[in-house]
């Protein structure tokens, strides 16, 4: 069984910054892809930033210059530093990793719980 725990979520002011962690545990093989999406009320979730194992990066255009993703292949966790945030960046922050559990297993995609952002003005 796989699991993914976030942390770092909370309430900031306008301006400020926050970082996410999540980490990946149980009967994991491989880690490719790790990422960081959101779902504001009555939106749909959307991409916030993405991660391969090779470390290469890609983020929505509403964080370029604010958010950066990060991971720690050793611990099976990634990061997301959130700087400059604004009240539009409130939402429920989900973590996503692509992994296989096994050699020769499919690939799927497992998910964290979420943990809430709000951001004041």
């Known amino acids: 069984q796989v699991q993914l725990v976030e942390s770092g979520g909370g309430l900031v002011q306008a301006g400020g910054s926050l970082r996410l962690s999540c980490a990946a545990s149980g009967r994991i093989f491989s880690i490719n892809a790790m990422g960081w999406y959101r779902q504001a009320p009555g939106m749909q979730r959307e991409l916030v930033a993405v991660i391969t194992s090779g470390g290469s990066t890609n983020y929505a255009d509403s964080v370029k210059g604010r958010f950066t993703i990060s991971r720690d292949n050793a611990k099976n966790t990634v990061y997301l530093q959130m700087n400059s945030l604004k009240p539009e960046d409130t939402a429920v922050y989900y973590c996503?990793?692509?992994?296989?559990?096994?050699?020769?297993?499919?690939?799927?995609?497992?998910w964290g719980q979420g943990t809430q952002v709000t951001v004041s003005s």
């Open positions: 996503n990793a692509d992994l296989l559990i096994c050699v020769g297993c499919n690939e799927y995609g497992y």
